[in-house]
């Protein structure tokens, strides 16, 4: 839609004039272009070269290596990737039901029509009747026949249906966010892509930038203390951390969702899980070098921010708007590896209290969730009052002070070696807004 233009008529007897508007060049694009990957090419591609690959990591550093190695991968995926044009829009309904739905309306309008000339047409009146009803009746079948093709196929592809039943319902009625295309900073609308990015690099630089610290409070000096005794600590250890092996690597990459949208790095999940087993072992390689250094690669500490709107309706503000960070797929592997050791540590010496439910495995939110409805549900029954008091912490992760909370786990005894590898976590991440 362009050349919109508009015009005030001065008639008429209400205190607000009628506005016509009129515009040109009315179009509305139905298709887009859309990739379509040739998976089994990328399969003989990979797999041709992996000797050349294993040969090429004993030649080179780590390092180096996978730099090559992720721009190979995802070079691959780009050649055997073809763009093809395709509908926006699928309908909802099979095409002979469209069809009568179109035949309805034009019955419809010319039974309206008459009936508004005076002209009263019994034939098509009836006509009109019969069709909608038919047409219920088939969109109420094909409905049916679509549900119980759902059930059919999960009873057929799973050994447990009840967990891919809600697997699947999951999906159905998981909630959307609506896209924004303007941005609200308190005084002004702003509907330019690059003044939107720009106002939420500001926001957020200033969101995340470091809390100044206050040198007269003792607590904080005796932090600031403590933690540069503990660099120099960390400095001359030469701990390593347990090594890694294919075997785990292989059992993690199995839990990795089959997503297509690639990270950072534009490799995707399901990149990862068609590699062959000889790229695992170069990955287990790469892998237990930056477990042995106690270090992160620096390319993995570069976030790519999109944002996502809080809001159901309405422009919202910099601080509506929920940042999500788009990470290599490689680093979330590393993260799991590493998860897995620390995780054995905290375990081992009970740290995590059995009354939490987050961050642990097999103990899910909705179970804590349960377990109150079942206290309040007891007391009710012995005429008993419940107090309930829950605490928000705003922007809690946000502001985590990153020197007390190294010191923090070294008082609660965590190893040199998990330590060190997570003061690098922690040092020098950067991110990129892109809108």
């Not at 034009?106 to 006509?127: A, D, I, P, Q």
């Not at 939420?200 to 100044?212: I, R, T, V």
Request: with cysteine.
């Amino acid at each position: 839609m362009s050349t919109i233009s508009s015009e005030t008529l001065f008639f008429g007897t209400s205190d607000h004039w009628p506005i016509v508007l009129s515009c040109g060049n009315i179009f509305f694009d139905t298709n887009s272009f859309f990739p379509h990957t040739n998976w089994k090419a990328f399969e003989a591609v990979v797999t041709l070269l992996q000797t050349f690959w294993m040969e090429e990591q004993k030649k080179s550093s780590a390092d180096e290596w996978y730099k090559q190695y992720i721009r190979f991968i995802a070079a691959v995926k780009n050649r055997v990737t073809h763009w093809k044009e395709r509908d926006k829009y699928k309908p909802s309904l099979p095409a002979d039901i469209i069809e009568k739905l179109k035949e309805i309306r034009k019955v419809r309008n010319r039974y309206y029509h008459l009936r508004h000339e005076g002209v009263f047409s019994e034939e098509t009146r009836v006509l009109l009747r019969t069709l909608t009803r038919e047409s219920k009746v088939d969109i109420a079948k094909y409905k049916t026949a679509q549900w119980q093709n759902f059930l059919a196929n999960i009873q057929t592809s799973y050994d447990k249906s009840d967990k891919a039943f809600w697997t699947h319902l999951s999906r159905i009625y998981k909630l959307r966010t609506l896209p924004f295309y303007k941005l609200s900073d308190g005084t002004k609308i702003i509907s330019t892509q690059q003044e939107i990015t720009n106002e939420l690099y500001q926001y957020y630089s200033e969101q995340f930038k470091a809390s100044a610290l206050d040198c007269s409070n003792e607590h904080v000096v005796q932090i600031d203390s403590e933690y540069k005794e503990l660099l120099n600590k960390l400095a001359i250890s030469r701990d390593k951390v347990e090594k890694t092996s294919t075997w785990e690597i292989t059992q993690l990459i199995k839990t990795l969702k089959p997503k297509k949208s690639a990270g950072f790095d534009l490799v995707s999940n399901l990149i990862i899980k068609k590699l062959p087993p000889s790229y695992i072992e170069c990955l287990a390689n790469c892998f237990n070098t930056w477990l042995n250094e106690c270090r992160y690669p620096e390319n993995w500490k570069i976030a790519k921010i999109i944002t996502l709107n809080k809001l159901k309706s309405g422009i919202p503000k910099c601080e509506q708007t929920r940042p999500i960070s788009l990470l290599a797929t490689h680093y979330k592997l590393f993260e799991k590896v590493l998860l897995l050791r620390i995780r054995h540590w905290t375990e081992t010496n009970r740290l995590v209290p059995l009354e939490q439910s987050g961050f642990r495995p097999k103990c899910l939110l909705p179970t804590r969730v349960l377990s109150i409805y079942q206290e309040v549900k007891n007391n009710m029954a012995a005429n008993i009052p419940t107090l309930a008091l829950y605490v928000d912490y705003q922007k809690a992760y946000d502001r985590v002070w990153h020197a007390a909370l190294l010191c923090k786990l070294e008082r609660m005894g965590m190893p040199r070696n998990l330590l060190k590898m997570t003061g690098s976590w922690l040092k020098d991440r950067r991110a990129t807004s892109a809108g």
